[in-house]
């Protein structure tokens, strides 16, 4: 069955004219890419946008013979979207934060998608929140520990391939690691005194 198909045999399928190939690869990595875009762009339509732009590049780069198979598909893909986010940013736009209800609910969706679906109705409600108290928390890091964390927490990347992608070295990534940690800690301790007082 080809979903069971490496990467590898999945492209080399797809550049020999099996269009069902790269279906595979889509599915099998869209949700680890579009929560990744989702979690840093905060807005749906413009993360729906810029993943579309994400996979131009890769089927043209895959189409002119460009791609050098290493077994780094993710990675490659990460690298290009982290790329057009930046664009995006460097542009003039800025981070929008999501205030309103509506998008709020579209945002968890992404999240159900990254959660075991077997958990019941509660256990579900009570991640959400944790889920929703997190991301807000993240939100308020400085950029660069931001960064690291989408990729490394949402996006599931080595701090090896976080190096490669903000080329930084690894050193740099594990501080602002430890710092983004730090943060967060900190930024609990704050909510658990206030909920106390």
């Known amino acids: 069955?080809?979903?069971?198909?490496?990467?590898?045999?999945?492209?080399?399928?797809?550049?020999?004219?099996n269009n069902n190939c790269f279906e595979q690869l889509l599915k099998r990595h869209k949700n680890k890419i579009f929560s990744y875009l989702l979690l840093t762009v905060k807005q749906r339509d413009v993360a729906e946008d810029?993943?579309?732009?994400?996979?131009?590049?890769?089927?043209?780069?895959?189409?002119?013979?460009?791609?050098?198979e290493e077994g780094k598909f993710l990675p490659w893909v990460m690298q290009i979207a982290h790329n057009i986010v930046m664009d995006y940013f460097r542009n003039g736009k800025k981070m929008q934060f999501v205030d309103n209800a509506e998008n709020e609910e579209e945002d968890i969706d992404i999240f159900r998608l990254l959660v075991n679906d077997?958990?019941?109705?509660?256990?579900?409600i009570i991640g959400d929140e944790i889920d929703k108290e997190i991301r807000a928390m993240v939100n308020n890091l400085a950029d660069e520990q931001k960064e690291v964390?989408?990729?490394?927490?949402?996006?599931k990347m080595s701090f090896k391939e976080i190096s490669e992608l903000t080329n930084v070295n690894i050193n740099t990534c594990l501080g602002r690691m430890r710092y983004a940690i730090t943060n967060l800690r900190n930024m609990m301790e704050e909510r658990k005194s206030r909920l106390a007082a």
């Open 118 to 124: 077997e958990k019941n109705a509660e256990e579900k």
């Open 50 to 68: 810029i993943f579309q732009d994400v996979f131009v590049k890769v089927i043209n780069t895959m189409n002119k013979g460009s791609y050098k």
């Open 149 to 155: 964390v989408l990729m490394r927490h949402y996006g």
């Open 1 to 17: 069955m080809q979903y069971h198909q490496t990467d590898e045999q999945l492209i080399s399928g797809y550049l020999n004219g």
